[in-house]
């Protein structure tokens, strides 16, 4: 078995003891949160995920809050609602990336001003008419047809909250939930900017369908394909800053079902700060229901003998996700000569504590990288593991290898 990757607001103090992570930005830059009625697709039945615009519950709401900015420096889209053959998705996010005030947006540069954390929320648009796992974006040269929202993936717009009204939004959102009170954070990996983040996050909303809350937590990528040196320090310079984040959100978000769904890069900040926090506060432990490494870019022997069996003394439900087929993690190992985690090549051996699952035998794109979210296969086992709780041997579509004790499990 070896391994896979590829080359302000003024503090608050109004919620339990975190108060180090009040977002950077001077409270003039925020403006005060707003509320608008929830808006309702057209075309197809409305998606049964509560997080949509289209979704009445009493999170909807909340959905559109804030004064929307666009996160590139587009206007803020108001409430109007999603057009005809798209449907509106708000993500929560955290990011340690710097604000640009002049762009309205967040750069790759780490914001290296304690509290370090910034928050709020981002409104996508997804086409209706679209097969699972797809993420389509509109091409460089697309001037006039790149804002079709039946056609592509769109940023709508950003909002930014302070640390205070980020956790009082969620915890409204979450316990307004019809079922369960669950949500999904979403770490991701090299090369992503925080645009990209958003919109996977949003895509897997919508593909997953898992009743869950849907965030992620944007560290300082470069985003760019020559940005893997810087990357690996971002990701390691992150790592605290999540720990603080996962702890915050645990105590104070009312979730009580917490999903992590970390890929490439992104595995390395998680898993360490996960183990980190869980060891301080096994009182926090119940609450993470399921962690799933995605093609994790991490050596090899430091993530068996260092990171699993932390990982199974915590007795941490947990699922690792890697492919013989990752252009992306075998880039990885070429860049740094040491074998990568997610990067199945025979023999294969099972990891103590941690459920292996072999994605080798899935259709994947060129790169082979981002399988977990882009392919149907992946995102039926991801979803039935968190809806159900079942591990894998009671999951279809899994093969146990060997048979009669697996060692790993593997896609047919």
């Not at 339990?16 to 950077?24: F, K, P, Q, W, Y």
Request: net charge neutral; aromatic share 10%.
């Amino acid at each position: 078995m070896t391994a896979c990757t590829l080359p302000g607001e003024p503090a608050d103090h109004a919620v339990g003891h975190a108060t180090d992570l009040a977002s950077e930005a001077p409270a003039a830059e925020t403006p005060p949160a707003a509320e608008f009625p929830p808006t309702t697709g057209v075309g197809r039945p409305p998606p049964t995920f509560p997080w949509s615009s289209s979704w009445s519950g009493i999170g909807g709401l909340i959905d559109n809050l804030g004064n929307l900015t666009g996160s590139s420096g587009m206007p803020k889209p108001g409430n109007d609602p999603p057009p005809a053959g798209a449907v509106h998705v708000t993500v929560y996010y955290a990011t340690d990336r710097q604000y640009q005030a002049s762009s309205r947006s967040y750069g790759w540069q780490p914001n290296r001003a304690a509290p370090h954390l910034s928050y709020g929320s981002v409104l996508v648009s997804i086409p209706e008419k679209r097969a699972p796992g797809e993420l389509p974006l509109p091409p460089w040269y697309a001037i006039l047809s790149g804002d079709d929202a039946q056609k592509y993936v769109l940023i709508k717009g950003t909002t930014r909250l302070s640390r205070a009204d980020f956790l009082a939004t969620v915890k409204a959102r979450i316990q307004a939930a019809p079922e369960r009170h669950a949500a999904f954070i979403y770490i991701h990996g090299y090369s992503n900017s925080f645009d990209d983040a958003a919109r996977r996050t949003a895509q897997m909303a919508v593909d997953l369908d898992i009743g869950a809350l849907p965030v992620f937590y944007s560290w300082p990528s470069k985003g760019t394909l020559a940005g893997y040196e810087y990357d690996q320090n971002s990701a390691e310079w992150t790592q605290a800053h999540l720990q603080a984040f996962l702890a915050d959100f645990a105590e104070h978000s009312s979730a009580t079902d917490i999903y992590l769904i970390a890929h490439s890069m992104g595995n390395r900040p998680m898993t360490v700060a996960l183990a980190n926090l869980l060891e301080k506060r096994p009182d926090l432990l119940p609450l993470f229901k399921q962690v799933v490494l995605a093609a994790p870019d991490i050596n090899a022997d430091v993530f068996r003998d260092q990171i699993a069996p932390r990982f199974a003394s915590l007795k941490l439900p947990a699922t690792l996700y890697a492919s013989a087929n990752d252009k992306a993690i075998r880039a990885s190992y070429s860049f740094a000569d040491w074998d990568r985690i997610g990067d199945i090549r025979g023999p294969v051996v099972g990891i103590p504590g941690m459920e292996l699952v072999d994605a080798s035998a899935v259709i994947m794109n060129f790169m082979g990288h981002d399988y977990f979210a882009s392919n149907r296969v992946l995102l039926t086992d991801i979803a039935t593991m968190i809806k159900t709780g079942q591990r894998a041997k009671n999951r279809g579509g899994l093969k146990g290898i060997p048979s009669q004790a697996p060692q790993y499990w593997a896609f047919p």
